[in-house]
Each structure stands twice: as structure tokens, then as C-alpha cells.
């Protein structure tokens, strides 16, 4: 295997398949000791040869709780240097092609780039030099402390996406040509991106799969951070946070968010308008154009709310009383509930009240993006994944599309969520048209114009369907 210079020094890595894999370089210095809770800094040069078979070390995490833990795959690598990344080419050191750097999800509290289903195999064999990161996660990457930054994770996403700038070409990357993608939590941080002043140059298109442009104010925000305070019985500073074990730190982190999911609610981390990364909300920021010249590619799954509302159960407990309850409370459209009715005969309460939230929380949103940069500088394209997984009732539920993205039906990781009949035509399908995006900016369907043409790739294949349940996105215009 031959060996890469990087800024920092030279690494190695392994070949495998005709690929050559990197996994493991560092992008910014260990966030230790007095860089526990400050921005990014730079990673110091290192003697000799950087060894990068394995995977580095993951950022600080809970587990996710049952019974995601059964579907949702989360591998933890211990070790101080969790700010790495890895990097997946034909062909390295030769032309210049196509970047592709793919953002984890995780609420902002879990995963990691060391997922099965995230391996970029399958984009470097088509053309592609794929990159995938990790970046801080929970309260070290997300609280709000007077004495520290805010967004530290987004801020290490910046510097990973910096460090691809000024490296990718010795891999065979073009930095002129990089796209970000990334699903839930890392769709939520591209959005955030979009809007940055700080990430401008950094990358030329951006995919956003089932996440919506969303930022909390500081004070919001910090309510996380003050639970945490009170679980640990210290002051909510920075200071005093970077005295606690690890270990302490997050089973007080657990104790604080237990119950929240990204669609039912509950405390959790947030991105936040901090007037430096963030200077203002990301949704409004996009609708002034802070994504201009930019081509984008977004969507989400038809039924995202199965995730959280099958594997448990609480799809079976949800009543007419709870679905009207949730409809005052969320000041839905006193309609909504009889309209989705209407397109779902036989669809329980909790089934009906899943589906408004998904359309509340992702899908009105996303095409509200969408509308907003119709008519200006960069082209806009709309996808929904629809095939119905058969297992444990998950149909098209969140982060199932991930292993047709990546062409990666047959990792273990994948089979969780899609059983082994999953159709690989599908999963070719869609790895094609994030290929052909990324390479020249038109995954091949229609740009997003006054007839909503939607990519759908469902049971039937990938059509096109134009406004699908338009009634219903309506209500919440």
C-alpha cells in the first residue's frame, strides 16, 4: 500500500477489493484536558508513518436505549482522539474526482463514522472519494455554557470539512468539487451549514436525508446543559463540567434526556443560533439566500415516525383521546386528523398522529426549503423514500434508506432494518443518482419547479411523482 502525505504527516492505509481505505486520520488535536470544551484546534505533525487499518476512536456516548439499541447499530472505540476521519479511493494520488463527505446522525448525542452500513466502498469503486467523520456529540459537543463556544460539534465539522479542503486532492479528490450529505442529525448540521458563514467554499452541494433546517436560541438550548448541572450537582459552566469523570458526565447526560426523541419531543441537544457559527436561524438564513449557487439534493422517508413509534410499542397505545390531545398541544390544523384519515383507511390513531408529526417535523419543512430556493441561484431536487420494509413493521421508516444510499444491502447493519429481501435494483437506483448529484449536480429527475416533482422510490421502483398528498401538506401551509 502506498503511503499519502498529508498535512500533518504521512499515512497508510489498506487496500481492499481494489480500494484503498484510510479510516482513522485526525483533523484537529484530541479534545482533552483545556481543549475538552473549546473549538477545534489543530492536530500537531506526527513522526513516521500514521498506521489508518482501523478505525479511531469514537466521540464520547451513551448507548441509545432500548429497543433502538436492537435496530440501530452504534459501535464505540475508546481512546482520547475522537476528531478523525476516513477516507475511501480507487485510486489515490491520481485525477480528481468527485468528493463526497458523509455527516452521521444520532440526535446529536449518538452514532459515529464507524457504522457498518456508512462503509464508502461502493462510492470509491463508482468514482467517488468518499469521506466520513466523526465530531462531538452530546454535552461536549452541543451544551451552552457562558464560558464556552456554542455548536462545538458543528464547529468540528467545519474544521474536518477545512482539513478535506486542503487534503483530498493527495487522494485523488477534487476540493473543488465536494459534496456534503448526511441523514437526521447530520442533515440537521448540513442545513446549519448552508447557513454558516464560517463553512463558505468548503463544499458545493450538499443532500440532506430526513433532516430540516432547525436551530434553538442559547436559552433554549441551555436547558439541557442546566438538567445535566443539577443531575451533577455543579455550576453549568464549562469549568466546572470539564472537572467531571467521563463516565459521570454521561450518565448524568442520560439520566437528563431519557424519553426525548427527535419527533415526540423531550430534552435533548440542538444546533443553536450563537451569532458566530450560527448568526442567525438556519431556515431563514436559506430563505435569504445563504445557500445561493449551492445545488441540493433533500428528502425523507414516507413513514419516518415508525422508528420511534413500532419497535416499542407506543404505535398500539395511542388512542383517539392521546391523537386529539397531541392535536391541541401542537396546535396542529383542527382538520388534520380526518384528512389523513381520508388517505388511510384502517390506519390506527397512533399510525395517524405518526404520520402528521413526520409531515410536521420533516416533510413541511423540507418543502418549504425547497419553495424557498426555487427561484434562485442553484438548483433544488426533491426525493422520498417509500419501499416498506417487512421487518418488524418498520415500512418506510428513519435511516432505512441509508443502506441503498451507500449500496450496502448486505451489511449486517442494513439487514436490521431492511430483512434480506430488500431489492437491489432500488439500492443501485439510488446510489446512481447520489453518484450522478455529486458528480455534476443532476441526480436525473426534474428540478424542483410549481409542479413538486418528487423522485420517489417506493415498491414499484423510482418514478416520479408530482405533489404527492398535497392535501395534506397544504394543512400546514
Partial sequence: MSVIDTACGPVRGTVE????????????????????????APVPPWDGVLETAAFGPTAPKNPYPPPLDALLPDPEIPGDACLNLNVWTATPGEGARPVMVWIHGGALRGGSSAVGSYDGRAFARDGVVLVSLNYRLGIEGFGVFPDAPANLGLRDQIAALAWVRANIRAF???????????????????AALLASPRAKGLFRRAILQSGAPTAVTRTEAARTT???ARHLRVPATARD???????????AQRAATAGGTPLTGGRGFHLVVDGDILPQAPAAALAQG?????????????????????????????????????VLKGRAPWRAPGVYRAARP??????????????????????????????????TFVYEFAWPSPQHDLRACHALEIGFVFDNLGTPDSLLLTGPAAPRSLAEAMHRAWVAFAS?????WPRWNTERPVMTYGADGARVVHAPRERERRLWS
Fill in 17 to 40: 477489493g481494489g480500494i484503498a481505505a484510510f479510516r482513522g486520520i485526525p483533523y484537529a488535536a484530541a479534545p482533552v484536558g483545556p481543549l475538552r470544551f473549546a473549538p477545534p
Fill in 440 to 444: 455534476g449536480g443532476d441526480p436525473g
Fill in 172 to 190: 485523488g479528490g477534487d476540493p473543488d468539487n465536494v459534496t456534503v450529505f448526511g441523514e437526521s442529525a447530520g442533515a440537521l448540521s448540513i
Fill in 290 to 326: 445563504s445557500s445561493d449557487g449551492i445545488d441540493v439534493l433533500l428528502g425523507g422517508n414516507t413513514d419516518e415516525y415508525r422508528l420511534w413509534f413500532v419497535p416499542g410499542g407506543l404505535v398500539d397505545r395511542i388512542g383517539n383521546a392521546a391523537l386529539w390531545a397531541a
Fill in 346 to 379: 384502517g390506519a390506527s390513531p397512533g399510525e395517524i398522529l405518526g404520520a402528521m408529526v413526520t409531515d410536521k417535523v420533516l416533510r413541511v419543512p423540507l418543502n418549504r426549503l425547497a419553495d424557498a430556493r426555487a427561484d434562485r441561484p442553484g438548483r
Fill in 226 to 228: 442546566t438538567a445535566i
Fill in 241 to 251: 463540567f470539564a472537572r467531571v469523570d467521563r463516565a459521570q458526565l454521561l450518565a
